[in-house]
């Protein structure tokens, strides 16, 4: 069992910046701080779940920590050595150790190829399995996310959402990666088929050493599955810890108010601070908070400064990046 604490991939004041730069003639082009100065560390065996709101960074900032994207500055690194540098120098070395599950299963599976080519790929590629190995190993791929091995034979189109995505968690599993990104994976299924694809990935997690980056905007897929969770919003994140202190005591407001705005049976969905207030426009950062214009105790001082992220009052791994985070409940 890896230890508990033993980071596997340091993120160091991560930013991705799109556009930018200037035209021909010396215009300057807008740019958008997609991720800005996000500092985390991914612990071997953990699931971290991320979520916010649609455009706060979430997926940018997955598809940085799984080299598809390279960020503009700071620094990730996997287990020591430059994320980046991997990502250029030897890609497929990179790819043998984090896998990446799109959120659409069908589109994100090739419609011209069957099943059996499409998870063949990396065997082939990666792993340079012959073909009595490549057998074996699909055999055991179909067996651990509970499809019939005739469905090798098939084409994506002929499969329902859900064995769509058990496909494409097959696919990410062929490579015998460290780390699985999971990009709002069960986003597109019916809730009964979650649960089911939700069952699959914790029994693949303990059965094959597995640590898990769980992208989502469900709050409550992130709590089922989580064992820390980190909060975005606007490109940076506002709050970091366990699990159960960030449910049961939310310290940054914007986490209150996610809280708060899900759907429960028998309460109805309230917002906090201006209701009305929009998202900040990304050509057009706010100096200081950028949660001000939506926050109850927001002050004068969050207007002209950005508040680091820091323990406030969670206690030892709990973070928020909050000048006045919400009060703890007294038991």
Same mark, same amino acid.
């Given at each position: 069992?890896?230890?508990?604490?033993?980071?596997?991939?340091?993120?160091?004041?991560?930013?991705?910046?799109?556009? %930018?730069?200037?035209?021909?003639?010396?215009?300057?082009?807008?740019?958008?701080?997609?991720?800005?100065?996000?500092?985390?560390?991914?612990?071997?065996?953990?699931?971290? %779940?991320?979520?916010?709101?649609?455009?706060?960074?979430?997926?940018?900032?997955?598809?940085?920590?799984?080299?598809?994207?390279?960020?503009?500055?700071?620094?990730?690194?996997?287990?020591?050595?430059?994320?980046?540098?991997?990502?250029?120098?030897?890609?497929?070395?990179? !790819?043998?150790?984090?896998?990446?599950?799109?959120?659409?299963?069908?589109?994100?599976?090739?419609?011209?190829?069957?099943?059996?080519?499409?998870?063949?790929?990396?065997?082939?590629?990666?792993?340079?399995?012959?073909?009595?190995?490549?057998?074996?190993?699909?055999?055991?791929?179909?067996?651990?996310?509970?499809?019939?091995?005739?469905?090798?034979?098939?084409?994506?189109?002929?499969?329902?959402?859900?064995?769509?995505?058990?496909?494409?968690? !097959?696919? !990410?599993?062929?490579?015998?990666?460290?780390?699985?990104?999971?990009?709002?994976?069960?986003?597109?299924?019916?809730?009964?088929?979650?649960?089911?694809?939700?069952?699959?990935?914790?029994?693949?997690?303990?059965?094959?050493?597995?640590?898990?980056?769980?992208?989502?905007?469900?709050?409550? &897929?992130?709590?089922?599955?989580?064992?820390?969770?980190?909060?975005?919003?606007? %490109?940076?994140?506002?709050?970091?810890?366990?699990?159960?202190? &960030?449910?049961?005591?939310?310290?940054?407001?914007?986490?209150?108010?996610?809280?708060?705005?899900?759907?429960?049976?028998?309460?109805?969905?309230?917002?906090?601070?201006?209701?009305?207030?929009?998202?900040?426009?990304?050509?057009?950062?706010?100096?200081?908070?950028?949660?001000? !214009?939506?926050?109850?105790?927001?002050?004068?001082?969050?207007?002209?400064?950005?508040?680091?992220?820091?323990?406030?009052?969670?206690?030892?791994?709990?973070?928020?990046?909050?000048?006045?985070?919400?009060?703890?409940?007294?038991?």
């Amino acid at each position: 069992m890896p230890e508990a604490n033993e980071t596997l991939i340091a993120i160091d004041r991560a930013e991705r910046i799109f556009g %930018g730069g200037k035209t021909l003639f010396g215009k300057a082009l807008p740019a958008v701080h997609a991720v800005q100065d996000v500092t985390l560390d991914v612990k071997k065996g953990e699931t971290l %779940g991320i979520v916010g709101e649609s455009g706060c960074g979430k997926s940018t900032l997955a598809r940085l920590l799984s080299g598809l994207d390279l960020p503009t500055g700071g620094k990730i690194t996997f287990e020591g050595r430059d994320l980046a540098h991997e990502a250029k120098k030897n890609p497929r070395a990179l !790819a043998r150790q984090v896998q990446y599950v799109f959120q659409d299963p069908v589109s994100s599976l090739n419609p011209r190829k069957k099943i059996r080519t499409i998870l063949e790929a990396p065997l082939i590629h990666l792993l340079k399995m012959n073909k009595a190995e490549r057998a074996k190993r699909l055999e055991e791929l179909m067996d651990a996310v509970n499809l019939a091995p005739e469905f090798l034979e098939r084409y994506p189109h002929e499969f329902s959402g859900g064995q769509a995505q058990r496909i494409g968690i !097959a696919r !990410a599993l062929a490579a015998d990666p460290e780390v699985i990104v999971l990009d709002e994976p069960v986003s597109a299924l019916d809730v009964s088929v979650q649960a089911q694809v939700l069952n699959i990935l914790d029994d693949l997690k303990s059965r094959f050493g597995l640590t898990y980056l769980f992208i989502s905007h469900d709050l409550s &897929v992130v709590e089922s599955i989580s064992d820390r969770v980190a909060v975005m919003y606007f %490109g940076r994140i506002v709050e970091l810890g366990s699990r159960d202190a &960030v449910f049961a005591e939310p310290l940054h407001p914007y986490t209150h108010l996610l809280l708060n705005s899900a759907p429960a049976p028998g309460r109805r969905a309230v917002s906090g601070g201006d209701s009305e207030a929009e998202l900040p426009d990304p050509y057009n950062p706010p100096k200081g908070c950028a949660f001000f !214009a939506r926050c109850p105790n927001g002050t004068e001082h969050c207007q002209t400064h950005v508040p680091p992220i820091d323990e406030a009052q969670g206690g030892p791994g709990h973070e928020a990046a909050c000048f006045h985070p919400m009060v703890k409940r007294t038991a």
